[in-house]
């Protein structure tokens, strides 16, 4: 059974930091393409940052918003996807999901499926 | 930075077709994704690269992208499709993710 879940949320103040983590299980973590994907209270969805796999390069890419502020990374060895989140904002208020992530095109040698975890809360408040 | 727009409702009768576009500009040069989001559930691929149904989607499922516009087809609806549905794609320019703003369907 695939799982993900994520852990790390609460509530914190303005310019506090917060590291969110994400247990993966049930398929081959290692070759995972990883995102954090946000949807604030009553918004949509947001992509937060992305993590490639080691053999496509482990490449980072952050959404402007959050850039120079929040930093992804993963633990192959445990199989786990963190997000440290920097200098907090009242804006970063949100419900934060980590996900599969593909290439932005089809790719044969890609297999990994679409999962989500269930979400953990951060809200940022003075 | 890259903009796809969505119109914020659908509404459907059961056993209609709903269609939900999302418009962006030369999208049918990226591939599109197609998120489906229940209340208090998190988001599920219902349509990936344009056309391609995950595995358990049921085949009333379908997506086109062409131009400047994608559509997710959902043909025969019925009540478990209402939902929030969310257009994705990598736009290479920014090397970012972008969602549409979310369009919800009502049957």
């Known amino acids: 059974e695939v799982q993900l879940v994520e852990s790390g949320g609460g509530l914190v103040k303005p310019g506090d930091s917060l590291r969110l983590s994400c247990e993966v299980s049930g398929f081959t973590f290692t070759n995972a393409w990883m995102s954090w994907v946000r949807q604030a209270p009553g918004k949509g969805l947001e992509w937060v940052a992305r993590l490639k796999s080691k053999k496509d390069g482990a490449t980072k890419d952050y959404a402007a918003p959050v850039k120079g502020r929040f930093t992804i990374s993963r633990d192959d060895s445990n199989n786990f996807l963190f997000l440290q989140m920097n200098s907090l904002k009242t804006d970063d208020t949100a419900v934060y999901y980590c996900?599969?992530?593909?290439?932005?095109?089809?790719?044969?040698?890609?297999?990994?499926?679409?999962?989500w975890g269930q979400g953990t809360r951060v809200t940022v408040s003075s | 930075s890259y903009v796809l727009t969505q119109p914020p409702s659908v509404s459907v009768g059961p056993g209609k077709t709903a269609t939900i576009t999302c418009g962006g500009t030369?999208?049918?040069?990226?591939?599109v994704h197609w998120y489906q989001q229940k209340p208090g559930q998190a988001p599920m691929l219902v349509i990936g690269?344009?056309?391609e149904r995950p595995s358990g989607i049921p085949e009333r499922y379908s997506g086109s992208n062409s131009g400047d516009t994608a559509t997710l087809t959902i043909s025969r609806v019925e009540a478990a499709d209402e939902a929030d549905y969310y257009c994705?794609?990598?736009?290479?320019?920014?090397?970012?993710?972008?969602f549409g703003g979310g369009t919800r369907l009502t049957v």
């Open positions: 690269y344009d056309s």
């Open positions: 030369n999208i049918g040069q990226k591939s």
């Open positions: 994705r794609v990598w736009d290479f320019y920014s090397d970012h993710a972008v």
């Open positions: 996900t599969t992530d593909r290439p932005a095109y089809k790719s044969t040698s890609y297999k990994v499926s679409d999962y």
